[in-house]
């Protein structure tokens, strides 16, 4: 049903709002909050302004964001889309081989695998589906240890060897993941390092925050954090420096000397306990210990 207000104003259904939202999330690293794959989206779609501020019912949600959330949970029925407990969406291997003539077909596909059960059922793939591309992630594997803390060599060793435009768009999920929002990557050559640049809002205020992220096998030393708190003068006083590797005693001091905007840093190890807090691409599994009292056995 298409929404009408007194200013004529034409609001697109929400199976309309599909193919925007698959190419928002694709513009935003493959993840993004629903606020930012709803500015994205009406941006890529060209919403006007008075289609914009139609609110939905008595609001006050608008009806275009109230739309595009039936979109998003459209596409995540079909396999396409995924989403965390803290609201960040990231889009499938099966969502990026979709294209726009596919989005068609998705409202009958979802209405047909529950017709009696009046709700929407997280699908997976389609058999067949055509997922091959030059980003498409290598098959996965699943290292498992009980052993204390090895599990960190072993993520360390897949984190290290991802290319490097997909190490950053980790870090943007993990960003995202960790409550930024507006989570943008630049990666412009000659900014200094700065590779992007989000916002973290705590209780009432708000903080613009530079990221760069790098990945090393080795050291990260003070000239790297100079560089990078150079590159932010006048633009904003917090940094993030996000690396696979580990920060000399001197980059440490650095980071944080006095009279300077004091910069974050997240080492290899650090990465990894996120990662693993997370939830992303690290699970956790209770272990049953049974151990056997011989001394209990000698005294019945």
């Not at 910069?263 to 049953?288: F, H, N, P, Y």
Request: aromatic share 8%.
């Amino acid at each position: 049903m298409v929404a009408r207000e007194a200013n004529q104003a034409v609001i697109p259904p929400y199976d309309k709002m599909l193919w925007p939202t698959l190419q928002a999330l694709k513009a935003l690293g493959n993840s993004g909050s629903n606020q930012e794959i709803e500015d994205r989206a009406f941006e890529l779609a060209g919403y006007a302004e008075e289609q914009l501020s139609v609110l939905h019912g008595d609001g006050p949600q608008t009806e275009v964001r109230y739309r595009m959330a039936w979109a998003r949970t459209y596409l995540k029925a079909v396999g396409a889309l995924t989403n965390s407990g803290r609201g960040v969406w990231s889009i499938t291997d099966y969502g990026r081989s979709l294209s726009e003539a596919d989005m068609a077909g998705i409202p009958a596909q979802v209405r047909a695998r529950s017709p009696r059960r009046g709700r929407l059922i997280a699908a997976a793939p389609e058999p067949g589906a055509d997922d091959s591309s030059d980003t498409a992630p290598a098959p996965s594997a699943v290292f498992e240890s009980t052993v204390f803390e090895e599990w960190r060599d072993a993520l360390l060793d897949v984190v290290q060897a991802m290319p490097p435009a997909r190490f950053e768009t980790l870090c943007q999920r993990v960003l995202r993941e960790s409550g930024f929002t507006r989570v943008e990557v630049t990666g412009r050559s000659g900014d200094g390092g700065i590779d992007g640049i989000g916002v973290l809002r705590i209780a009432l205020l708000s903080f613009h925050v530079f990221f760069q992220c790098k990945r090393y096998k080795g050291t990260v030393g003070a000239p790297a954090i100079r560089d990078f708190r150079g590159a932010m003068v006048g633009r904003t006083d917090k940094g993030l420096f996000i690396t696979t590797g580990s920060f000399t005693p001197d980059a440490k001091r650095e980071a944080t000397r006095d009279g300077a905007p004091v910069l974050d840093l997240i080492d290899g190890d650090a990465m990894c306990t996120i990662l693993k807090d997370l939830s992303l691409g690290v699970g956790t599994r209770q272990v049953e210990a049974v151990s056997v009292d011989v001394g209990w056995f000698a005294s019945v």
